[in-house]
């Protein structure tokens, strides 16, 4: 397991507009909580949150006030765009604890059943797990290969690394190979409801539409 | 295909202003990569079925297109040379209200350069500005 360092420094609780003028500064608000002590307040280097996060790092090592601690990523807020993250919740942990989180499934190979013109529908991305800090993984690899048409992987047929346990449903799927859908010229051609003038229909409350009288005076 | 509700409660809406950003609906949630919109805007229907013929021509039936708006809203219009007054116009066309960060469109099942020139064609007809997002993973 990867662990990146963070430069960050203690700031006060402020409002919105002391958390503003923190991102102006190249930083992003963090808290940091858990084991019954009290909350602590952070300000991160968003260049290194964001490279943490890029290689979808679980555990930080925080370098703030002189002394380094490792902490683990609970939740990151990010901006309207999804683009840009702007305050980060951090837990404390112990090594010998369990923690949930959320482990990357990386599908690999064509399925058999896309060469016959399927779709390969990845529906579950991402699988909650419960294991130990040191033992977090960094992305689960699915075999798709031998996927024929209207076939799926589960959460079951996923190989956990020892002392990693799920809590999805065994019979949740993973991926499915869905058959085409419609012929292409069926999806390129334009509706009736393009020509007509087809209006939807009203939810009728007693009282009839009157149409506009239109035209002068 | 042009969509439009099957019911409604009101046949005419008012005007309204966009403000704001999206604060739902803004991250990919179906496929693996999407087109979120960076500006306010009116998505019209047939500029969702446009996008969607664009796309879908593209493709060639490989992967899958997820449309994540809808048109709700009933915009209505004066008939030409018509005095102002005489109540409110008929309406027109059907579209979808569109805040900064909205996703409008996911592709799936395909690699990132198939979908980069499939959204490429569906950004050409979008009345607003887009980007190019990819899902982003959980912690």
Request: hydrophobic share 35%.
């Given at each position: 397991?990867?662990?990146?360092?963070?430069?960050?420094?203690?700031?006060?609780?402020?409002?919105?507009?002391?958390?503003?003028?923190?991102?102006?500064?190249?930083?992003?608000?963090?808290?940091?909580?858990?084991?019954?002590?009290?909350?602590?307040?952070?300000?991160?280097?968003?260049?290194?949150?964001?490279?943490?996060?890029?290689?979808?790092?679980?555990?930080?090592?925080?370098?703030?006030?002189?002394?380094?601690?490792?902490?683990?990523?609970?939740?990151?807020?990010?901006?309207?765009?999804?683009?840009?993250?702007?305050?980060?919740?951090?837990?404390?942990?112990?090594?010998?604890?369990?923690?949930?989180?959320?482990?990357?499934?990386?599908?690999?190979?064509?399925?058999?059943?896309?060469?016959?013109?399927?779709?390969?529908?990845?529906?579950?991305?991402?699988?909650?797990?419960?294991?130990?800090?040191?033992?977090?993984?960094?992305?689960?690899?699915?075999?798709?290969?031998?996927?024929?048409?209207?076939?799926?992987?589960?959460?079951?047929?996923?190989?956990?690394?020892?002392?990693?346990?799920?809590?999805?449903?065994?019979?949740?799927?993973?991926?499915?190979?869905?058959?085409?859908?419609?012929?292409?010229?069926?999806?390129?051609?334009?509706?009736?409801?393009?020509?007509?003038?087809?209006?939807?229909?009203?939810?009728?409350?007693?009282?009839?539409?009157?149409?506009?009288?239109?035209?002068?005076? | 295909?042009?969509?439009?509700?099957?019911?409604?409660?009101?046949?005419?809406?008012?005007?309204?202003?966009?403000?704001?950003?999206?604060?739902?609906?803004?991250?990919?949630?179906?496929?693996?990569?999407?087109?979120?919109?960076?500006?306010?805007?009116?998505?019209?229907?047939?500029?969702?079925?446009?996008?969607?013929?664009?796309?879908?021509?593209?493709m060639q039936r490989e992967g899958?297109?997820?449309?994540?708006?809808?048109?709700?809203?009933?915009?209505?219009?004066?008939?030409?040379?018509?005095?102002?007054?005489?109540?409110?116009?008929?309406?027109?066309?059907?579209?979808?209200?569109?805040?900064?960060?909205?996703?409008?469109?996911?592709?799936?099942g395909v690699?990132?350069?198939v979908?980069?020139?499939?959204?490429?064609?569906?950004?050409?007809?979008?009345?607003?500005?887009?980007?190019?997002?990819?899902?982003?993973?959980?912690?």
């Open positions: 397991m990867e662990i990146t360092r963070i430069e960050g420094e203690q700031r006060t609780p402020g409002n919105r507009h002391a958390n503003e003028r923190l991102r102006a500064r190249g930083l992003v608000p963090a808290v940091i909580y858990g084991h019954g002590q009290p909350p602590e307040t952070v300000a991160l280097s968003r260049h290194d949150l964001e490279l943490a996060l890029s290689h979808t790092a679980h555990v930080v090592a925080l370098r703030a006030g002189g002394r380094e601690t490792q902490y683990l990523v609970k939740d990151v807020q990010y901006d309207h765009l999804h683009k840009t993250p702007i305050h980060v919740d951090l837990m404390r942990f112990d090594a010998n604890e369990r923690v949930q989180v959320k482990v990357p499934i990386e599908l690999r190979g064509t399925p058999k059943g896309s060469q016959e013109g399927g779709t390969l529908v990845h529906i579950l991305t991402d699988l909650e797990v419960e294991c130990l800090v040191t033992q977090i993984p960094e992305r689960l690899r699915v075999a798709v290969d031998h996927l024929g048409m209207n076939e799926s992987v589960h959460v079951r047929d996923i190989a956990l690394p020892a002392g990693v346990q799920t809590l999805h449903r065994a019979d949740d799927i993973v991926a499915i190979v869905h058959p085409p859908r419609g012929t292409t010229a069926e999806e390129l051609a334009p509706s009736e409801a393009a020509e007509g003038p087809a209006e939807p229909e009203v939810i009728a409350k007693g009282k009839e539409e009157k149409e506009g009288e239109e035209g002068g005076e | 295909m042009p969509t439009m509700p099957k019911r409604v409660k009101y046949r005419k809406a008012q005007k309204g202003r966009i403000r704001g950003n999206a604060t739902r609906g803004n991250t990919v949630a179906f496929g693996d990569f999407g087109l979120q919109a960076l500006e306010p805007g009116m998505v019209h229907a047939r500029h969702i079925e446009a996008g969607r013929v664009a796309a879908a021509h593209f899958r297109i997820y449309i994540r708006i809808f048109p709700h809203k009933p915009v209505s219009r004066k008939p030409l040379e018509t005095r102002m007054g005489k109540g409110k116009g008929e309406p027109e066309f059907w579209t979808a209200i569109v805040k900064p960060g909205t996703v409008m469109f996911e592709i799936g690699n990132e350069d979908a980069k020139a499939a959204f490429l064609r569906i950004a050409h007809k979008m009345p607003v500005k887009t980007r190019f997002v990819t899902r982003r993973h959980g912690v």
